[in-house]
């Protein structure tokens, strides 16, 4: 392709409203422009990038024994009232009305669609597994769509869906998603850490995470640096050793902490080490307000708070309803003597001479004792997981990092297939519910990752197998004849050997071209100048290192395709 021909419309300034630099890149190297929050085009160079992760995907999809197909993304509301969805789904599902006014809505995902279909044609034991897929946009009205394609309401999604007869056929279906994915993300070049995750509202019990390591990353995860434990921290598992319970703690004693409320303003004015204070947070859990224990030192984990309570609504009580419920402001809330459901966490047992909330405003309890002076209802594993922490299957050191979500599968078990009374005659002609699995692939997500993984201050530096094109050709003046002829040669060849290149024949100072390729992000640049040319070479850059060589003109062709791992 030439440039010259090619809509790469790339910018010299910072985009405004742009917060992470994936998004910042995108637009600055003409490769998506917004149409709407949340919704963008994808200009050909994006567009070929996007290409190439689909082409990968789908190879390792097929390879496992996926079969692509095509499922609509207009879904009648019917379906959705089947799994108990419709309603359930909330602001996040983008609805609409056809002219008889009846429901529809554009598919957020496809569990729905396919069971059903499934249903109507798979009716024997004979006929499983099944593994299908497609690769579609989705649309999710998300609160915050933000970080350009990273989270966006329209946006290209592969999902797949196992059907098995058992969970043993589960369990392999699962493994064979699992080892396709890891392949794709190896294939793609990037650098990916598999993590135990949360399988939250979607149900099941088992689900893993693909994580794209990026510093801008919004899921933390830990993992182990003695065995292959990795989980996000919504799933991370504390470890609580436990300890002798403490008996002797001198008796509750009010000390006066004026306008202290924080633990750091508490700890602070009592010259206590914030693991020696209860935190007490109150939530409203479907309406009935709880106290949650923590120790001072740590987060709540909110994720595992609504899984063990199996909480359909929670949110925390605001100020007024926390004076209602405790008599004291937030700041001043403490176990003792509180009326309502308290859950502690597991490292509370281990706490004595404590201090906390005295349910009156500028005043907290010294000398507290679980157990003494206070008894929770349950104690449970509430807290997030940190970097130090122990590791819950081998105690080694756990180490925290950060990354981005391009992955997630789960099982789902018969969830779908009861809700919807979707199943197959088993050898016994006994009728039973399809076991199911669902995975999912961030397919735009994937190349905002990628850029958010590896770019430097000029630009994007794209792994080789989803660069938009392999190599970039740059006459430094296409006003000169023997530099022109040079490239349009080189042009030529590298196409006949299969290289994907980008030709840049502009009339542009050879900075700005270079500044251009750069950005766009080309693993191997080609320059034609005229000191080389007169020593039959050419100069070839890696876009991923500072320094160029020289190369004979005659040699450059077996050099890139050696580079791009052809040869
Ligand atoms: P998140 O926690 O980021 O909202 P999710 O759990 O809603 O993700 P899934 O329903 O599991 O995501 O979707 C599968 C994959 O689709 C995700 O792993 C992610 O790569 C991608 N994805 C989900 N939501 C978006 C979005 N709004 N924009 C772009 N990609 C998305
Ligand atoms: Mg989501």
Sequence with gaps: MRTTQLLMPTLREEPSDTEVISHKLLVRAGMIRKVAGGI????????????????IVREEMDKAGGQEVGLPIVQPRELWDQSGRWQLYGDEMFRLKDRHQRDFCLGPTHEEVITAIVNADVHSYRDLPLLLYQIQDKFRDEIRPRFGLMRAREFIMKDLYSFDVDEDGLDISYRKMYFAYSAIFERLGLDFRVVEADSGAIGGNVSHEFIVL????????????????????????????????????????????????????????????????????????????????????????????KNYLQATEMFMAPEDMVKEITGASIGSVGPVGLKIKILADLEIQGMSDAFCGANRDDYH??????????????????????????????????????????????????????????????????????VMGCYGIGISRVMAAAIEQKHDDDGIIWPMAIAPYQVIIVPVNVGDEQQVECAERLYRELQEAGVEVLYDDREERAGVKFKDADLIGIPLRITIGPKSLKQNKVEIKKRWEAESELVDQDKIVDVVLSLIGKA
């Design 365 to 434: 309890l010294a000398h507290v004792l679980p157990g003494r002076d206070f008894v929770p209802d349950a104690y449970a594993d509430l807290r997030n997981v940190e970097a130090g922490d122990s590791c819950p299957r081998c105690r080694g050191e756990l180490l925290a990092t950060r990354g981005i979500e391009v992955g997630h599968i789960f099982k789902l078990g018969t969830k779908y297939s009861q809700a919807m009374d979707a199943g197959f005659l088993d050898e016994d002609g006994v009728k039973r519910h399809f």
């Design 214 to 305: 990026a510093r801008s990353g919004e899921s933390l995860v830990v993992y182990c640096d003695q065995c292959d434990y990795a989980a996000n921290v919504e799933k991370a598992e504390a470890v609580f050793e436990p300890v002798e319970t403490v008996t002797e703690c001198p008796p509750l004693e009010t000390v006066y902490t004026p306008g202290r409320k924080s633990v750091a303003e508490v700890t602070e004015f009592l010259g206590v080490d914030p693991a020696r204070i209860i935190k007490t947070l109150i939530y409203m859990v479907d309406d009935v307000p709880h106290a949650i224990l923590i120790r001072g030192d740590r987060e709540l984990n909110e994720v595992k708070l």
């Design 40 to 55: 963008y085009t994808y200009l050909p160079l994006a567009f070929r990038v996007l290409q190439k992760i689909t082409q």
